[in-house]
């Protein structure tokens, strides 16, 4: 585990941060699954700007801002601070259970197109302190969703230093992602595939058939 300054962690911040703009923000990402049995399955993740702030572990507090009014930035506006280079030591604390080291040492891993993820599972609840539904990741980190009520997809909420197998059920080997914008209909881009995989067997669900053409 790393030990983190105020200064380190936002460098870590807000190079994830740019990076999370760049590949993530405003769109959603298709991973296409298959279990022990050779079922195949896809499931959508979607990110947006707000969603950020709760992967690093850092923690918003109050500060007294330009005008000289106490203020605590909400998630976009830390989200922005960080992309903008210009997030404060005064602006945030570390989380009180020290998981926000264990959090950052992760965090550059998987900010990227496809969440450098091989396996996909239900969290199976063995920590009874964290709340989230879903887990993406490999044996060294991952990253977590949970539904939201608004619009009913799933969106990130956690970031873990684990090995996903040991903190799902169910657990799903990836063999492909795909990623699009979240006003784009279709996805027309392919992030990852296995290489291993005979795609010809491959049968993607009726909804999808059409991205057999990206995959061969």
């Not at 279990?35 to 690093?56: G, Y």
């Not at 059920?169 to 492909?176: D, K, M």
Request: proline share 2%; hydrophobic share 35%.
């Amino acid at each position: 585990m790393g030990h983190y300054t105020k200064e380190k962690a936002i460098s870590v911040v807000t190079l994830c941060a740019k990076a999370y703009k760049e590949n993530l923000v405003d769109k959603s990402l298709l991973f296409v699954c298959v279990d022990k049995h050779n079922s195949i399955s896809c499931i959508e993740f979607t990110f947006d700007s707000s969603n950020f702030l709760h992967l690093t572990g850092l923690k918003p507090k109050q500060f007294i801002d330009s005008y000289g009014k106490e203020h605590t930035l909400n998630a976009t506006e830390f989200y922005n601070r960080c992309t903008d280079s210009k997030l404060r030591f005064s602006e945030f604390d570390f989380a009180s259970d020290g998981t926000t080291s264990l959090k950052l040492d992760v965090l550059p891993s998987i900010i990227n197109k496809n969440l450098s993820a091989k396996m996909i599972g239900d969290y199976n609840s063995v920590n009874p302190k964290l709340y989230t539904e879903k887990l993406v990741g490999n044996i060294s980190a991952c990253m977590g969703f949970v539904k939201a009520n608004h619009t009913g997809r799933y969106v990130p909420n956690t970031v873990l230093k684990v090995d996903v197998r040991n903190y799902t059920a169910g657990t799903l080997r990836v063999i492909a992602v795909f990623r699009k914008s979240v006003s784009d209909q279709e996805y027309r881009e392919i992030t990852y595939r296995t290489k291993k995989t005979d795609w010809s067997k491959i049968q993607l669900p009726k909804e999808f058939e059409y991205l057999s053409s990206l995959i061969e």
